[in-house]
């Protein structure tokens, strides 16, 4: 089954599931009358139930129709409709429905929640953002607890790249629910911290980097971040220094430091801090990633033997990291060896379908073109790991 129709599926089992607890509360608090009543109705009810099971939604509703004709009482009908119509994408009728729900006298006023919490999720199918949110909002007034609500507000605020609110939303769900709540709220803050330096005021964007950091210390893209606003300032060395910290905390995302040290080679006039970052890499983790920095690093100070080298180291650990085929053929024409690298180039030819550094998520298997902090499918942060494109593993030891 594919993920969106697995997911649809779990989504109406869950909805099924709530529609038979509720069934069997109404039963319990005296509201029997209508199902025993109806027979038929029941009937078409089982029924519909049977066609959801085996994922043929246009009879499911249709037996919910002809259920609800015979027994209008029965909300768990109603509830498995309009999930249904909202997982068809007939947003509107869903709408009705809902209201419907929440519009009937002496509901029981969980059941008009649940109502109202469906009805943020069929707004938010339907692409009514603020309709949503404004929905969910009314929920966590009367249930300010709720945190499979708070968890739906916070990803609104983060599609609407409000991230203060996104972080106040995650402080209250790491106020209620049990768990690491680090790393989300360290995630809001750099993105705050980004938007602040995009609107050019680089102070607060390093009060949010620096909050990132205290908040979660395995935080990369704070570092990262907080290196290029230093960076940019001209301060080399802190930058470095930043940088360097990723070594530390996670070095599997070391690499990421290693394009923007390139940047530098231009700009440093004493390029000793590199070298000393490099040298730092190399004992702590001297993967293919940082044989080609070194080798790059060396190229620069004109060691073309030195970079050839390096490149070699970093061929032998990853054959297929083509970024390293490509320098090692730079670097043999630099020293007017045209067959051998042709031979490199040709190597490299061969691996052109094979991206080395793949990503995918931890959580919902998705695999996205180039690395990103929040899952682009599941919304979870930190999932996405780099992959070995031949070995179907992380590439870096943790
Ligand atoms: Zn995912």
């Known amino acids: 089954m594919e993920p969106g129709n697995q997911r649809l599926f779990l989504g109406l089992i869950i909805a099924f599931g709530f529609g038979l607890v509720l069934g069997a509360a109404l039963c319990r608090s005296g509201h029997k009358k209508g199902r025993a009543e109806g027979t038929n109705g029941d009937e078409a009810f089982l029924k519909g139930v049977h066609y959801i099971l085996s994922n043929d939604h246009d009879h499911a509703i249709e037996e919910f129709t002809k259920s609800v004709q015979v027994n209008s009482d029965t909300i768990e009908t109603y509830v498995a409709l309009g999930n249904l119509y909202r997982s068809k994408g007939d947003i509107e009728r869903a709408i009705r429905i809902r209201q419907s729900i929440i519009l009937r006298p002496k509901l029981d006023a969980h059941i008009r929640l649940r109502a109202l919490v469906d009805l943020g999720y069929d707004y938010r199918k339907g692409g009514f953002f603020n309709r949503s949110l404004s929905t969910f909002l009314q929920v966590i007034e009367q249930d300010p607890s709720n945190v499979e609500v708070l968890e739906e507000l916070e990803r609104l605020y983060e599609e609407m790249k409000d991230w203060d609110k996104a972080f106040k939303t995650r ?228």
């Open 171 to 398: 402080q209250k769900i790491s106020r209620i629910a049990k768990g690491d709540h680090k790393n989300i709220m360290a995630h809001h803050l750099v993105e705050s911290g980004k938007a602040q330096q995009q609107a050019g005021d680089p102070a607060k964007a390093k009060s949010f980097y620096n909050k990132a950091i205290s908040t979660h210390k395995e935080c990369v893209d704070a570092y990262l971040h907080l290196g290029d606003l230093h960076f940019q300032n001209g301060d080399f060395k802190k930058a470095i220094s930043i940088w360097e910290k990723i070594i530390q905390v996670s070095p599997r995302f070391t690499f990421l430091a290693y394009n923007r040290l390139e940047g530098a080679y231009a700009k440093m006039k004493d390029l000793r801090p590199v070298e000393a970052f490099l040298k730092k890499c190399a004992e702590a983790n001297a993967d293919a990633f940082t044989h080609l920095a070194i080798a790059k690093y060396r190229s620069n100070e004109g060691d073309i033997e030195g970079a050839l080298k390096e490149a070699e180291h970093a061929l032998e650990l990853a054959p297929s990291l083509w970024e390293a085929a490509r320098f090692k053929g730079d670097l043999l024409l630099r020293k007017g060896n045209s067959d051998e690298a042709m031979a490199a180039y040709t190597a490299l030819l061969e691996r052109l379908d094979l991206p080395y550094l793949r990503f995918q998520c931890a959580n919902c298997g998705f695999e996205p073109s180039h690395l990103q902090w929040q899952c682009p499918q599941c919304k979870k942060w930190d999932t996405i790991r780099p992959m070995d494109a031949s070995a179907e593993k992380p590439v870096l030891a943790v």
